[in-house]
């Protein structure tokens, strides 16, 4: 069951399994097993934990300093960069930039 090429039946239904040489053997075919039902399934009986775990990656607020006005604010991620009204500034003057670009293109949008 370890070399490449290597043939098995699934577990449920017998249903040969050609391993890839890739990760892990699989003991289920994909009919019987489709791809993200075993994390499902991990997930509906370990629910508590994986409720800590999001808390525990969402925790926050962190205080950041905005990257455009130098503002200390209170990000819910560690990555962010802008405080909310900065990014929406940003974000209209973008859509202002492409808006022009579109009409000196001729393109209507």
């Known amino acids: 069951m370890s070399g490449c090429g290597s043939e098995w039946p699934c577990e449920a239904c017998a249903t040969p399994i ?19 039902a075993r994390a499902a399934e991990w997930r509906a009986l370990d ?12 925790r926050g607020p962190f205080p950041v300093v ?4 130098g503002e200390v604010f209170e990000a819910v991620r560690r990555d962010s960069t802008r405080d909310p009204a900065c990014q929406a500034e ?11 670009r579109d009409r000196s293109l001729g393109r209507r949008g």
């Open 90 to 100: 940003r974000r209209r003057a973008r859509d202002r930039a492409r808006k022009a």
């Open 47 to 58: 629910c508590e934990r994986v409720r800590l775990s999001n808390a525990a990656r969402r």
């Open 66 to 69: 905005c990257q455009d006005c």
């Open 18 to 36: 050609v391993y890839s040489g890739r990760g892990a053997p699989r003991k289920f075919c994909s009919q019987c097993m489709p791809p993200g």
